[in-house]
């Protein structure tokens, strides 16, 4: 959205000052930067040769989120949730693994069964003994989102060596083998793992793009600070040098008689508050400008302007379509879903965890055994398995009926904080559109009032030089001055405020019509 680099900054002191303070020129030397202030019109500094050209609000916005400590810590969020997604995704797909003891070493007495040829009985030896295993394993599995369970594919070989009385050296091969494992009755871990991880990759995407609009937000306010600190010591500059030339001219009236003295001392008076009024200006102007620098990332060294034009663009956002595109778009309708879906996800839990369930575990291949590894892998023979375990809890004293009536408890809850929060979301859009509305009002309103309390002001010092109205009206129009630029500066900045606000909450672009990526 283009904006002009810079507006003037609007007459803030009459011509007639210029000419008396050329006149005064010692008097006006002891107040600083006075002079230049009121010789005149009070604009927005100019560009140095070889300094940065002013920014305006959207180039500050882009370096905001370009550069800004929150915008890179919004970033490095959202790179880790697209990681933490690509992860879980990689999870569902053929897992190949490498396994292996190499080797289990194990030096000791054990038992041996013997039978004495004498009398024919058994008897039992402690003989020494080293056994040393060695084992590898290659499996590759497959989760199954549908069901649950788990398909793999596995082969293996393992080498067993004693040492000692009875030593012997074998090997066995399990060349192949497919197996299942099957939950029945019981929650599918998988299926409801895939739906929460679908919605919260969308809940982060939302994320991403409200915490970049958050940063616009953010820089906005900044930006029109150190904008209004800008004018505040602009006209504070030429307030002190309107009311410098004003005591000068006074004290020569009343050192003839044409004035008296309460009208010297108010004139006096108003001179230092105007030059404390300056100094609060400085420091304001340099407090607001390092914060915006700070949000810039900016380095504190970087000189800085800011260039702001009163003109704003003629957009009248349709509440209805603001409330349609923010329950489409928002974060607000992915943090809904994702808790719908946890709810549901507790109560099937509760429901299956603790009740009837089953285990189906089967595996179908072929092994051998034989004295040396090549011998191994010759006259495989069929290797089966299969295995059905069965929980059936008999009595719990109600913990079961319990744990399920709470979790629909909370899924009842769920469901009416859902609901509040998608009506608290629809209310936000209709007037964040509302209020954009009025604030483009309230900006046209304010320039013509800023426009004439300038051109009032300029009358009643005019007046007051030839003598046609007294000082305190003359003050009470500068008064008026000065609050109608502190009401048009504020007004500039609350149009910008509510325009991103209203991206802000619809995650839409309403000048480009369409929503934000």
Known sequence: MPMPRAFPIRLAVPPACALLLAAAGPLAAQVPDAAPAAAQPARAAAPQAGAPAPLTLQEAIALAQEHGHTARAARAAHEAARYRDHAFRDRLLPQLSLAGTVPSY????????????ATGNAVTLFQPQAQTTTSLSLQLSQTLPLTGGSLFL?????????????????????????GLRQDIFRPNVAGWDRREQNVEIEEQERSYRR????????????FF?????????????????????????????????RIGEN?????????LRARTS????????????????????????????????????????????????????????SDVALADVQARRRVTEAQLADGVGATLQASYGY???????HLAYQNLLEARTFSLGVELPLWQWGAHGAGVKAAEADRDRVADQSALALEQLALDAKFAALNLSQARRNVALLTV?????????????NRYVIGKINIGDLYIAQQEKDAALVQFVGGLGDYWLAYYRLRQVTLFDFEAGRPLR
Do not use: C, H
Request: glycine share 4%; hydrophobic share 45%; no cysteine.
């Open 278 to 333: 300056l100094d609060a200006a400085r420091l304001e102007f340099e407090r607001a400008t390092a914060q915006l620098r700070l949000a810039l990332g900016l380095p504190a060294d970087r000189p800085l302007e800011v260039a702001v034009t009163p003109a704003v663009p003629e957009l009248e956002p349709d509440t209805a379509r603001a409330v349609a595109e923010a329950l489409r778009n928002a974060v607000t309708v």
């Open 449 to 461: 009032s800023d426009s004439v309390a300038g051109k009032r002001f300029e009358v009643a010092y």
């Open 211 to 222: 915490a970049m609009e958050d940063v616009a937000v953010q820089t906005t306010g900044l």
């Open 225 to 257: 600070a150190a904008y209004a600190a800008r004018k505040n010591l602009d006209n504070a500059l030429a307030n002190v040098g309107v009311n410098d030339t004003l005591y000068r001219l006074n004290t020569g009236r009343f050192q003839v008689g």
């Open 154 to 178: 596995s082969s293996s070989l393992t080498r067993l060596a004693l040492s000692g009385q009875g030593a012997l050296q074998t090997w066995s091969s399990t060349p192949v083998t497919v």
């Open 263 to 271: 009208d010297l001392l108010q004139s006096q008076l108003a001179l």
């Open 106 to 117: 194990n030096r000791s007495i054990v038992q041996v069964l013997q039978v004495d040829t």
């Open 367 to 373: 092994n051998a055994t034989a004295p040396s590894m």
